[in-house]
């Protein structure tokens, strides 16, 4: 019964295995390996039961059938990840042997791979470890050491021998940002960490290499190479590292400056390995391997007929788009194509006349089957939806054909000779129907898109038609068969370059102009769906009598706005930046920034992973930025955070002369400033005017800002230490709700007559999991616990937000998105 309902509506079960493993997605913890398996055992012996009921249970007992599949095979394939490391060993000198599994990254100061662990011992004995750690070996520009120099290269193969220390793997958790724990989940990596080489600890040795990764030798053999050519003939670096991303995945070699031009011009699917270039190139080898079968002589004339030309051409240009997405590291975008295309492939190789819908959802499922985090992505609903569009939106050849009407052929017509200027004016048509048919197309996916980008990233381009149109057979038809035809020819490596150039130069003058892309406020996902459903009914073909509606449904998704505190009150959200400090204070119609977060490398910093994409999701428009003090967990992200945030002011108590001031004339913070916002008081505490110059410690001119609204008081300490506390309480600090735990918890503050004196209902410490320092220090903690507040932190609460109306809540990010790939620390 099951199987040929499944047959006679498979649109219908493949939507329920998606709803399935959607379902299961949500997740907060996984159950028992048993569950899952007794729930396939269940779902197979439904349609059993269901032998005597009517046809539509019948129905609804199949779909349930097919989605309890789904849910319960998900649950298994999750449990086969489940790799955790024991907190015994976190933080502890571990000596292990392991082979680098995959092309190392290049940083300015050392490696990050991934690294397969074949033995691990503590002191000599023998522990359990994760079998795949992600690990980063750093030279002397990191350590303090000085007499460390930058690591020698690694090579995918390699067997090592290191000293390392690990964690478990922990990430920032913030409103709709980045998910760093479910990318480490999906490559399979449980544990990160660092490779150790102190005085105390053994050099690390390097044992051979062991074969047993060649594809990804050979992909670091070639960036290597093309890097090295390319900077030999004086190409520019921005190039190199793009060509370096088409060939071999590399996106790390694209800086970061870069990516923003291309989000600007919305053509970032274009510079890395992704489904345009994975699936053009299977299109391409498939047209030329059937013109070559079907001309060739060397079969006979039963060859063709034996193995259609068609069906010769598919199969060989699958091969070759799998070739490809596995030689450039088989990333998770590369796999979906190769999956998609492998199922279209099948389907039309069948005898059967498939409907687009079917073939559309079948792909979707084959991949969701092999990778069910892959609906948590942008680029799973990006690629998708806009293939569903473009096939939705077709004509099916079936449809035109019985639409037109039957034609009698005309000999006479067929036998006269045409003139060359009819010959000219055909294939002129024939070509600009071509280019008209390329822009409906992109104008068809900017328009479809465009709910899913604001859900997603929070703007769109209003560039990135044109800047499509150029780019996308510029890259694909140009640059990356050329970039290809480097691993045998050399020399092509530069004349992919050459052609790059002038590409990359136009498309950093399209992101100058000043609506380049517009930024907006993300939508809730409700919205965004009503959104997606005007879009694609604007993009359809049909009458404008109702594909208008889709405008209605469109705003929605582009007028929306956070709310925001009502005047009088104010919320705080403490944004999970590590060891660092970052507050977004918010009233009914200003924001300020508190501090700017650390600096993670020379690289990345908390401005560029956290605060800009928390500011644009919400479209906040920061009046101020306050510095506290110049240490650079506080100020780390700060010039990320002006560039992209010009019209607000900085308040620091930074030195005349530091290069943030350079950039940008500030405010002094001195005790005293107040200013008020929406009915909410602002007012700047510490330091007094005379400290500065004279305070030997950075944390002693740490700006203390008290914000006091119609329901609550919160105070922002700084890095202060015990003897700004007395200043404090000389001056007589008042009581509070909300407390920022002053240096993060170290035992040189928080002062038991501090804690005394504010009386504060929350207490909030924002310190990185396992830091160096160990913040927040155990006695400290005790403290707050005896003072009688509630005790938040970073690491169990992720980014924290609380409002001055309701002093006694905080609403933990991280328990609030919970799922079962997130780490749980301890106590």
Known sequence: MASAWLVRHLSGALLAWLAGAALQLQQPALWPAGVYAALVAAALLLPLGLRCWSPGVQRIGALLMVLTLAFAWCGLLAWTRMHTLSPALEGRDLDVVGVVEAMPQRQDVGWRFRLRIEQAALQGQAVQVPSQVYLGWYGASSRDDPQLSVPEPVQAGERWRLRVRLKA?????NPRGFDYELWLWEQGICATGYVRQGRGDPAPQRLGQSWRHPLEWARQQVRDRMLARLASSGTESTVAGILAALVTGDQAAIERSEWDIFRATGVTHLMSISGVHVTLLGWLVALAVTALWRRSALWGSSGPLHRPAPTVGAVTGWGVAAA???????????????WMLAVVTVLRLSARDWHWRQVWLLAAVVV???DPWALLQPGFWLSFVAVGVLLASGQPQSESQAEAPPSVPDTQAENTPRAPSSLWRGRMTRVWRRVWGLWREQALITLAL??????????????GLLANLVAIPWVTLLVTPLALLGMLLPWSWDLAGALLQPLVWWLGQLATWRWASVSLAMPPWPLAVVGLAGAVALSLRGPWSWRVWGVPMLLPAMLWQPPRPAPGTFDLLAADVGQGTAVLVRTASHSLLYDAGPRYSPESDAG????????????????VLMLSHRDADHTGGAKTVLAMQKQAVLWSSLEPGHPLLSEQAGQRCEAGQQWIWDGVHFEIVHPLAQDHGQARKTNALSCVLLIRGAQGKALLTGDIEAQQERDLLQRGVPAVDFVLVPHHGSKTSSTPEFLQALQARIALAQAGYRNRFGHPAPPVLERYLEAGM????????????WRSDAPDDVRCERLAQQRYWHHTPQP
């Open 169 to 173: 793997a922990h990430g920032h958790i």
């Open 324 to 338: 490809y997405a596995l030689f450039s590291g088989w990333g998770v975008p590369a796999q979906r194509t190769v």
């Open 368 to 370: 969701v089957a092999f």
């Open 450 to 463: 465009l709910p899913l980008s604001l859900l997603f990233f929070g703007q769109f381009s209003l560039v």
């Open 608 to 623: 560029h992973r956290v605060l800009v994409p928390l500011l644009a999701q919400a479209s906040e428009q920061l009046d």
């Open 790 to 801: 509630a005790w938040k932190d970073s690491v169990h609460c992720g980014a924290a937000l």
